[in-house]
């Protein structure tokens, strides 16, 4: 069982005398006594800070809120707390004031690819569904930064309805994502009531929840929440933390009521300046996650999006890490790093060079250790044709729904004999348009 450390007494006290741990350890209480203000953090945290950085802080805020569990902030080493990770994620620095010309109010484009109110149909056969505009802290790095604190935007009852209409009309949707916001700041009841009705959805096959309540609050993990969401299995969750020290008694217990009920847990870490942009610190991580079940899933490139240039670094920060883990420790303790396209092109994985070069029988590969080797392809491969036709193929896929869906887009339909089609040509291209004045047939 999790206790009330010295640090956590000390915050506790400050902010109700003769509080009990089990008021502490109430996820209700923790939201109650929320930090939103510079001079509470600093009486929580006992520090100062000065008249003029006050006011940068001020302006800031003014801007992008700021909330922060005292459970979290209860983890900041106050020692070094300018630099620790815990503070530099969740206590705004002066830098958010600073909006780069490539910087975006939604560089996803998640506005754009949405068909109705809150949900993001980007991909053909998966939708994220946001279904709460609040968090139980606010992430300086949060990708959303335009939408945070903006109370008008919490999704009504009758727009999540919209968006369920949305997805039990569009079939081709195997996979919803629920997102926010954190979908755990919705009460038991309500969230079972949107569990409930997608699971009446018979083509909703998975639903996954992206949350970071077990950084951040990781008591809101309760028993009854827990049994709750087992009803409604396949459930996948995927979390958020970012550094070691992260991980706490808490966290673990949070991570392991989870785990318990059957619930596949995956991470999603950002990659951040100042914060884990560290091969030891990525790997200590990755290490403490699967210790507790949770399998590393994405690491992000930071967003273009506004207020978080200072947290960027460049793409051979991630590449460097990728390389100081691939081969170094357990194949399924590695995550795909990935750059969110901007535009809406959604994630694309980017990772270390590993195929040095190839002939028409044999390629040339080097190892995590930088050995060169070889790999002798076969001389005879009668290659399957394909045009997507399975039925008159000799390979048995032999699924009911496998004529559903038989034509290839994209990189995957140039690489199949399904259809003429030889190249993929952007809209502008110049030298197409000026083809036969405009007419841009390839
Ligand atoms: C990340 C994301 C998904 C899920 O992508 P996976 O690669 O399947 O995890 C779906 N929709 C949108 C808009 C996303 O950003």
Not at 40 to 58: C, I, P, S, W
Not at 254 to 263: E, W
Not at 267 to 278: I, T, W
């Amino acid at each position: 069982m999790s206790m009330f450390s010295v640090r956590q007494q000390d915050i506790a006290e400050k902010i109700e005398s003769n509080v009990a741990l089990s008021n502490w350890k109430d996820w209700r209480w923790q939201l109650r006594h929320a930090v939103t203000d510079i001079a509470t953090f600093e009486h929580l945290l006992g520090v100062e800070f000065t008249r003029d950085e006050r006011k940068a802080l001020q302006e800031t805020i003014d801007r992008f809120p700021l909330s922060v569990t005292p459970y979290y902030l209860s983890l900041i080493n106050t020692s070094d707390f300018r630099n620790d990770p815990v503070f530099r994620q969740s206590f705004p620095s002066p830098s958010e004031r600073i909006i780069s010309d490539y910087d975006m109010a939604d560089p996803l484009a998640e506005d754009s690819d949405s068909p109705v109110p809150g949900v993001t149909h980007r991909y053909p056969d998966r939708v994220l569904f946001h279904i709460s505009n609040i968090c139980a802290m606010y992430c300086r790095h949060c990708t959303r930064k335009r939408k945070v604190g903006d109370l008008d935007r919490i999704p009504v009852r009758r727009e999540v309805r919209q968006g369920l209409a949305y997805i039990r009309e569009h079939p081709e949707v195997r996979d919803v994502l629920l997102s926010g916001g954190d979908p755990f700041m919705l009460n038991d009841d309500y969230l079972d009531w949107i569990l409930t009705e997608l699971r009446g959805i018979p083509h909703v096959e998975v639903i996954r929840i992206g949350t970071r309540i077990p950084v951040v609050l990781p008591y809101r993990v309760t028993d009854s929440l827990v049994r709750m969401l087992k009803k409604h299995h396949p459930i996948w969750i995927n979390t958020h933390f970012n550094h070691p020290a992260e991980i706490t008694t808490s966290s673990r217990e949070a991570l392991a009521k989870l785990a318990d009920a059957g619930i596949p847990l995956g991470n999603q870490s950002v990659l951040l300046a100042g914060v884990n942009d560290c091969p030891r610190i990525m790997k200590t991580l990755v290490h403490k996650l699967v210790q507790n079940r949770v399998r590393p899933y994405y690491l992000y490139q930071c967003d273009l999006s506004e207020g978080l240039s200072h947290f960027r670094t460049p793409v051979g920060k991630g590449i460097e890490i990728v390389e100081s883990l691939i081969g170094h420790t357990s194949g399924f303790a590695v995550p795909t790093y990935v750059i969110d396209a901007p535009g809406g092109g959604g994630k694309i994985p980017v990772m270390p060079n590993y195929l040095i070069s190839w002939s028409t029988n044999k390629v040339v590969l080097r190892n995590y250790e930088g050995v060169i080797t070889t790999y002798k392809e076969p001389d005879a491969y009668e290659p399957v044709f394909c045009d997507r036709r399975c039925e008159q193929c000799t390979l048995q896929l032999k699924v009911d729904s496998a004529e559903d869906d038989y034509r290839s887009v994209g990189i995957a339909e140039l690489l199949s004999d399904q259809d003429d089609v030889i190249s993929l040509i952007p809209d502008s291209n110049e030298r197409l348009n000026r083809r036969t004045g405009g007419d841009d047939e390839a």
